[in-house]
């Protein structure tokens, strides 16, 4: 009934930039908080930035002035704007959002298939 659909990862140098996009469709009500979370293979998954449905936002340190969270509340898409990218930001890269899928209903977490940004030295 809801998916989230990640889409922008790949293969970068040390230095370069990617624009993560993701896209909620499928029938709800409305989107609450959105973020994205990453995760290295024999890591736990972290935070990276979050962002509320009225623009505000909160970042991991490890990212601060590197990343951008923004979101477009009409296409129901949320983007991950990396910069100066990192051999250790390699990880798959998670969409979440908070959404209800009725009027007043329970605020239900919801996670995306998650795309794969690997930085070489």
């Known amino acids: 009934q809801v998916q989230l659909v990640e889409s922008g990862g790949g293969l970068v140098q040390a230095g370069g930039s990617l624009r993560l996009s993701c896209a909620a469709s499928?029938?709800?009500?409305?989107?609450?908080?959105m973020g994205w979370y990453r995760q290295a293979p024999g890591k736990q998954r972290e935070l990276v930035a979050r962002?509320?449905?009225?623009?505000?936002?909160n970042y991991a340190d490890f990212v601060k002035g590197r990343f951008t969270i923004s979101r477009d509340n009409a296409k129901n898409t949320v983007y991950l704007q990396t910069n100066s990218l990192k051999p250790e930001d390699t990880a798959v890269y998670y969409c979440?959002?908070?959404?209800?899928?009725?009027?007043?209903?329970?605020?239900?977490?919801?996670w995306g298939q998650g795309t794969q940004v690997t930085v070489s030295s």
């Open positions: 499928g029938i709800f009500f409305s989107i609450n908080d």
């Open positions: 979440n959002a908070d959404m209800n899928l009725r009027l007043w209903g329970p605020r239900n977490n919801y």
């Open positions: 962002i509320s449905s009225g623009g505000d936002t």
